[in-house]
């Protein structure tokens, strides 16, 4: 439990991820550019990242720009790309003072040199953290991923018989990392959008209307406090249930 982690905190979630979703309605509600809704969301995530330090939440995985996002118009896709070069510019030294670990999950190879180095520096300057470890999804899908896990597979040569769950997972751009243990979408879209979804089997999803520029602090409180009634089962019985049979 982190030392300021508010006692009704009891039990975090250990990974939580994010679809930060709504930054283009938030601009057009205030008649402004759709960049402008970019750098809110931008300057939010600052916020709700130490928001999980500060809360004790282990893992943090958020959807920065999935492999659709390029079809979105030329300016926005580079304005966007600006936007993380810049955030990683900024942010990084602080980051690595609270002792987050960033990692990158998505084809790296097709983001802009200029890009790739400072996601790269970003993952080697911070690898000794483990504080939080910050999964930054950029030109991510889940599809895509597990494409890319079947072919890396087939190319080590794992015969047909030994690939389990397991071997696949380990092939994944997550690999090593738990699965989540609730994910949120802002904005109230109610789908999944190609995130994570190798990942999310078991996951508990939150979908709120907020949106992301205005998603903070007591919002994830909220969200945690949520997750906190839900039940987990796996497919199984919980103790209580167990407790209760009488027919095994
Ligand atoms: C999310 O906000 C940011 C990215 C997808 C990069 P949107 O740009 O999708 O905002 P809306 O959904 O149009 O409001
Ligand atoms: C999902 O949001 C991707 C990110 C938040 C980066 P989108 O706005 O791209 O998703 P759709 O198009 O509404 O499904
Ligand atoms: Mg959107």
Redesign the pocket.
């Known amino acids: 439990m982190s030392k300021n982690q508010p006692e009704e905190l009891k039990s975090v979630p250990q990974h939580i991820a994010i679809i930060?979703?709504?930054?283009?309605?938030?601009a057009?509600a205030r008649l402004l550019p759709?960049m402008a809704?970019?750098r809110a969301?931008a300057e939010n995530l600052r916020r709700i990242i130490k928001a999980c330090v500060e809360f004790g939440i282990r893992y943090l995985t958020i959807y920065?720009?999935?492999t659709e996002?390029w079809s979105r118009p030329k300016d926005e896709v580079a304005g966007?790309m600006n936007i993380f070069a810049d955030l990683l510019e900024k942010e990084v030294p602080e980051l690595h003072a609270e002792g987050v670990q960033i990692r990158h999950l998505g084809k790296i190879e097709d983001l802009n040199p200029a890009l790739q180095k400072k996601l790269l520096n970003a993952i080697d300057f911070t690898k000794e953290n483990d504080r939080l470890v910050l999964c930054i999804a950029i030109n991510y899908g889940g599809r895509d991923e597990i494409v890319q896990a079947v072919k890396e597979i087939i190319s080590e040569g794992i015969p047909a018989d030994a690939i389990t769950p397991q071997v696949i997972a380990d092939h994944l751009f997550t690999a090593g990392i738990p699965d989540p243990d609730l994910i949120i979408r802002t904005?109230g879209?109610v789908r999944t959008s190609n995130y994570l979804v190798w990942q999310s089997a078991y996951s508990e999803w939150l979908f709120t209307g907020t949106?992301?520029p205005d998603f903070d602090k007591e919002n994830l409180r909220k969200a945690i406090l949520e997750y906190n009634t839900r039940t987990r089962k796996f497919g199984g019985r919980t103790s209580e249930e167990k407790k209760e049979a009488y027919n095994g």
């Open positions: 930060m979703d709504g930054n283009g309605r938030w057009r759709r809704g970019h969301g920065a720009f999935s996002n966007l904005s879209e949106l992301w």
